[in-house]
């Protein structure tokens, strides 16, 4: 898979990119990433990203034909991608849109930073997401979230990819509660059904578990 992100800030994801599983899925060829800085579209001398709002307000509003500039020369060099606007009136991103947007080859993600978009930037995109519904700086961070959501669903990018299936939320479920040594700590001890060794009871009480967890915690995902 090939990522670019089209960003106003490049060295922030100097450091996120370069570690954990984005680093290791780079290493390893599953995904390429590439941070675009968006002035390098912009023609005049002081690389104008953004101007004053028509009709007057505060902030200021990134231009339609700077990034038009940047989605075409991107989309020239690379095949059919699926293009993302980071923006606070997307669809809330989730699981089930991390792994649709795994199945993909090339994305490009823009990240938003101002007061917002010039609204004939959203003819230009295949679809806007939000991470949540609270307010952030810019789409830089929103842009990571994804990143990582998305690149660890890659094949050969975890571990045990068996894993990935009993994660929270691959299945509108939350995961199953988790212990490790010691056994006993200050009076709270392991449940002993995954002490006994039973395979077929452990995996159904974790099921149990998870189903509760979910019921209790997260009654909007069922």
């Known amino acids: ?24 899925a780079q290493t390893k060829k599953i995904a390429a990433i590439k941070i675009h800085n968006l002035r390098d579209w912009s023609i005049d001398k002081y690389k104008t990203v953004d101007d004053k709002p028509f009709g007057g307000g505060p902030g200021m509003v990134l231009k339609v034909d700077v990034l038009d500039r940047a989605i075409s020369g991107l989309r020239s060099k690379i095949p059919d991608p699926r293009i993302i606007l980071l923006t606070p009136q997307g669809q809330t991103f989730n699981q089930k849109i991390a792994q649709r947007l795994s199945s993909y080859k090339n994305l490009i993600l823009i990240c938003g930073h101002y007061e917002g978009y010039d609204e004939r930037i959203r003819t230009l995109v295949d679809e806007e997401i939000s991470i949540g519904d609270y307010v ?11 990143v990582d959501a998305v690149v660890r669903l890659l094949p050969g990018v975890v571990g045990k990819e068996a894993s990935l299936l009993e994660e929270s939320f691959s299945q509108n479920l ?44 997260r009654p909007d995902l069922q």
């Not at 952030?136 to 994804?146: H, Q, R, S, W, Y």
């Open 1 to 24: 898979m090939k990522i670019d992100i089209i960003t106003l800030f490049p060295k922030l994801f100097d450091s996120v990119f370069s570690e954990s599983l984005i680093k290791r």
């Open 136 to 146: 952030l700086t810019g789409g830089e961070i929103p842009a990571m979230v994804i």
């Open 174 to 217: 939350l995961e199953y509660p988790q212990y490790t040594r010691p056994e006993k700590y200050k009076n709270m001890s392991v449940p002993p059904i995954l002490l006994s060794g039973n395979h077929a009871e452990i995996k159904k009480w974790r099921e149990e578990q998870s189903k509760a967890r979910t019921k209790m915690r």
